[in-house]
C-alpha cells in the first residue's frame, strides 16, 4: 500500500496506529495471542471519559468495520484458531450477520457490532498503555516489560536498544525481590525522577491528563501523608484574638 504524505509530527501517529492494527489483525487470527494480551496487558486508564478512552473506543468502531471476530472457540480448542485468511480484514457487510452471528435484522447486526467494537477498545486500550516507542517508525510490546510498574522515582529507566529490542537498566541498587519501576511520563534521556523535578500535585495533574490515573506510587503517597501532616499541624486561628482584634483595629479608625 502505497504510504501517504505525512508532516513529520503526525509520522509517529500514523505508524502508531498502523502497527496497532497489525496487532489486533494477528491476534484477532490467533486465539492465544488475543487471551493473552487480555490478560496480562494492564489498562492504565481509570475512567472511560479521559480522552485516550474516548479516542480508542474511536479507533475500536473503526477497525469493528473492516475487522471480523474470530469465530467461536470449539471445545478442546487449543487456540489458534481465529479468523484466519484473507476474512480477517475486509469491508464487513451492512448486515453483519454472517460475521457476528446474530439474526439477520438491521438491530440485531448493529448489537453485535457494538459489542464486538467494545471487544477491540478493551484490546487496544491495553496495547495503547503498554506500548513502547523504538523508533518513529516502529512501537514494541515486550512480554516482561509491560509488567513493570511506574514510579515518580524509578529504580531503572527503559530505552530502545539495538533493532527491535528493549534495554531496561537499573539507576540504583535494587534490593532482592523488590519492583523494578521506571517512569511511565518521560521528556528525554537524563531528565531525572519525575519528583525531583515535579510538585507532588502538578506532577500528578500531568499524569493525570496524560496517563488517566492518580499516581499511588511509594514516593507519592509518601508527599501525601508528610503534606497532611503538615496542613494538620497548622494552629487553629484563635477566635478570641480575632474578634477583639477587630474591634480593635475598628475603634483606632474611629
Not at 498502523?18 to 481509570?46: F, G, H, T, Y
Not at 487456540?79 to 464487513?92: A, E, I, T, W
Amino acid at each position: 500500500a502505497k504510504v501517504p504524505e505525512l508532516e513529520p509530527d503526525a509520522k509517529p501517529n500514523f505508524v502508531r496506529v498502523c502497527c496497532l492494527l497489525a496487532v489486533v489483525i494477528q491476534a484477532c487470527a490467533n486465539a492465544k495471542l488475543w487471551d493473552w494480551l487480555m490478560a496480562n496487558l494492564r489498562p492504565v486508564s481509570e475512567s472511560k471519559e479521559h480522552s485516550m478512552c474516548v479516542s480508542t473506543a474511536s479507533f475500536g468502531q473503526r477497525f469493528a468495520d473492516y475487522i471480523s471476530p474470530p469465530p467461536p472457540k470449539q471445545q478442546g480448542d487449543g487456540g489458534g484458531g481465529g479468523g484466519g485468511g484473507s476474512g480477517v480484514f475486509c469491508k464487513l457487510p451492512a448486515d453483519g450477520s454472517e460475521y457476528f452471528g446474530a439474526a439477520p435484522g438491521a438491530e440485531a447486526a448493529a448489537a453485535a457490532k457494538a459489542a464486538w467494537a467494545e471487544e477491540l477498545t478493551a484490546l487496544l486500550l491495553r496495547l495503547q498503555t503498554n506500548l513502547f516507542y523504538l523508533r518513529d517508525d516502529m512501537i514494541g510490546i515486550f512480554q516482561l516489560a509491560c509488567q513493570l510498574h511506574h514510579s515518580c522515582r524509578p529504580n531503572a529507566e527503559v530505552t530502545p536498544g539495538p533493532g527491535s529490542t528493549l534495554v531496561v537498566k537499573a539507576t540504583m541498587r535494587i534490593p532482592e525481590g523488590a519492583a523494578v519501576s521506571f517512569s511511565y511520563i518521560s521528556d528525554g534521556p537524563g531528565d531525572g525522577a519525575l519528583a525531583e523535578r515535579m510538585k507532588l500535585g502538578p506532577r500528578r495533574e500531568r499524569i493525570q491528563a496524560e496517563l488517566g490515573f492518580c499516581c499511588r506510587c511509594a514516593v507519592c503517597c509518601e508527599q501525601e501523608k508528610r503534606q497532611a501532616g503538615r496542613d494538620q499541624a497548622q494552629p487553629a486561628p484563635d477566635l478570641v484574638d480575632q474578634f477583639f482584634g477587630s474591634h480593635l483595629a475598628q475603634s483606632q479608625r474611629r
